[in-house]
Structures are given as C-alpha cells and as structure tokens.
C-alpha cells in the first residue's frame, strides 16, 4: 500500500513570517488525527531550516525550487513576497497531485487552526465539490471528470445529512 493511501493531503505555504503559524496548524492536526500529511512549500532557506530541523512525522518539508519553473520564477521576481504566495497557490496543487499521484489535496493557509479532524472539515460539504473540481482540473484525469459530475450529488446529500 503507498504512504500516501487513506491520508489527508493538506499543503500550505511557508515563509520565515509563518513558521510559527505553520506550526501551530501543525499541531492543531495532529491533536484531531494521524491521518494526514501536511505538504509544507517554503519560499525561504530560514523557513526551511527551522521546519525541516523540527522533524515534523506527518510533514513533508520542500523548498519552493521543486514547484517553480521559468515563468513562476520570473514573477517572483515583479512580485512582492505576498503576492507571489498567492500565485504560488494552484501550481502548488498541481505539482503535489502530479509528482506524488495524488487524488485530494486541501490547500490552507498558514494561520488556520483546526478543531476538527481534516476528515470532518472536508466532510462538511463546504469544500467538497471544489476539492473535486480541483482535481480534475490539475489532472485532467478521466476520474477527476466524472468527479465533478459526482461533487454536485455529493454535496446535496452531504447538506441533507448535515441539515437533518
């Protein structure tokens, strides 16, 4: 079976600014459940180094490098540190879901706190059926597809459930 089978995939981007708000969203996960696999992107040596030195179990820690090509590159260059957060978002998804083979992946940023499993959070049917758009648009995938057709009824009967 993969490492990654049955696992909550969450990624979140890192700057020296956020480590301690990464951190504590870190810890927020692994009070709920084990379940999961925090993808940590940091866009600077600083925020690497004290992540990576922090031996997170559930995380994987990885420099922005292995996300950016020539174009994310050259707008990092016109881009305030922000910004460029903010454009880093959708290729970050992307590369996790390609390189990694994954099906899922929950972007949050840094100073969300949970108090819920990542299960539970999903399953509200909040963000349900755009964590299955999401997929089928970086994948492309025949599956990712029909996902989106299956989100739609997904998420009436999850507000049903949860609606009583």
């Not at 866009?43 to 490098?65: G, P, Q, R, Y």
């Not at 090509?69 to 922000?82: H, M, P, Y």
């Not at 992307?94 to 969300?112: A, N, Q, S, V």
Request: glycine content about 4%; some cysteine.
């Amino acid at each position: 079976m993969p490492d990654n089978w049955g696992l909550n995939h969450i990624c979140v981007i890192a700057s020296k600014d956020y480590v301690i708000k990464v951190r504590a969203m870190y810890q927020s996960l692994i009070d709920y459940s084990d379940q999961f696999k925090l993808w940590i992107c940091c866009i600077d040596e600083s925020s690497f180094s004290i992540l990576n030195k922090m031996n997170l179990t559930h995380a994987v820690v990885f420099k922005v490098d292995e996300v950016e090509n020539d174009e994310l590159r050259a707008l990092k260059q016109e881009r305030a540190v922000n910004e460029y957060c903010w454009t880093l978002k959708a290729p970050l998804i992307h590369h996790l879901l390609i390189r990694h083979d994954l099906e899922t992946m929950l972007y949050c940023d840094g100073d969300i706190f949970f108090s819920l499993t990542p299960k539970k959070f999903l399953m509200t049917g909040v963000l349900l059926p755009f964590i299955y758009v999401l997929n089928a648009i970086s994948t492309g995938s025949k599956k990712g597809m029909a996902n989106i057709k299956q989100a739609s009824s997904d998420f009436e009967m999850i507000n049903m459930v949860l609606t009583g």
